[in-house]
T-cell receptor
């Protein structure tokens, strides 16, 4: 069965304490892996798309990487404003069908 | 401003009373999609559309209908809502990379 699993479910960091979030997937025919950020009461906000193993993307304190079975979202020296739920999703080749993981709730303490 | 607009933001209705949630995007995106978000289950895709008059089922299409008669609009129709359709609904559109999400519609069916 195709699925996307994110870990940990929740993470508390001190400001400046770097860490990584994990997204593992089992999908036949991957079109792309997507990372989103969601703030409470709002719709998800697109961060990155990764298409092939070995690819990396960066944006400010965030860096996403992709292997054949998982993706990591590395957060370097996080700030309180990075607190949010981070979602990953996989898209199927040839369609716009998506599966989302259940997310990692990140809390960065000042 | 580039955006996806959903209406209404909040809706309380009774079992069996047909309703429509509207969605409109001003970015000329080809792809549009509807999701529902439930605690512990994450975001699940209901339907998606790859172009005008082209729609397909996501993971949880039962009890929902969609239509794509114009590129900018993608309404979600609940012909006979039931309490298990109480959820937070998001519409999203994409040019082919990541999705831009609307602000959400919180639906309660009593």
């Amino acid at each position: 069965e195709d699925q996307v699993t994110q870990s940990p479910e929740a993470l508390r960091l001190q400001e400046g304490e770097s860490s990584s979030l994990n997204c593992s997937y089992t999908v036949s025919g991957l079109r792309g892996l997507f990372w989103y950020r969601q703030d409470p009461g709002k719709g998800p906000e697109f961060l990155f798309t990764l298409y092939s193993a070995g690819e990396e993307k960066e944006k400010e304190r965030l860096k996403a990487t992709l292997t054949k079975k998982e993706s990591f979202l590395h957060i370097t020296a996080p700030k309180p404003e990075d607190s949010a739920t981070y979602l990953c999703a996989v898209g199927y080749s040839g369609t716009y069908k998506y599966i989302f993981g259940t997310g990692t709730r990140l809390k960065v303490l000042a | 401003e580039a955006q996806v607009t959903q209406n209404p933001r909040y809706l309380i209705t009774v079992t069996g009373k047909k309703l429509t949630v509207t969605c409109s995007q001003n970015m000329n995106h080809e792809y549009m999609s509807w999701y529902r978000q439930d605690p512990g289950l994450g975001l699940r895709q209901i339907y998606y559309s790859m172009n005008v008059e082209v729609t397909d089922k996501g993971d949880v299409p039962e009890g929902y209908k969609v239509s794509r008669k114009e590129k900018r609009n993608f309404p979600l129709i609940l012909e006979s809502p039931s309490p298990n359709q109480t959820s937070l609904y998001f519409c999203a559109s994409s040019s082919g990379i990541g999705y831009t999400f609307g602000s959400g519609t919180r639906l309660t069916v009593v």
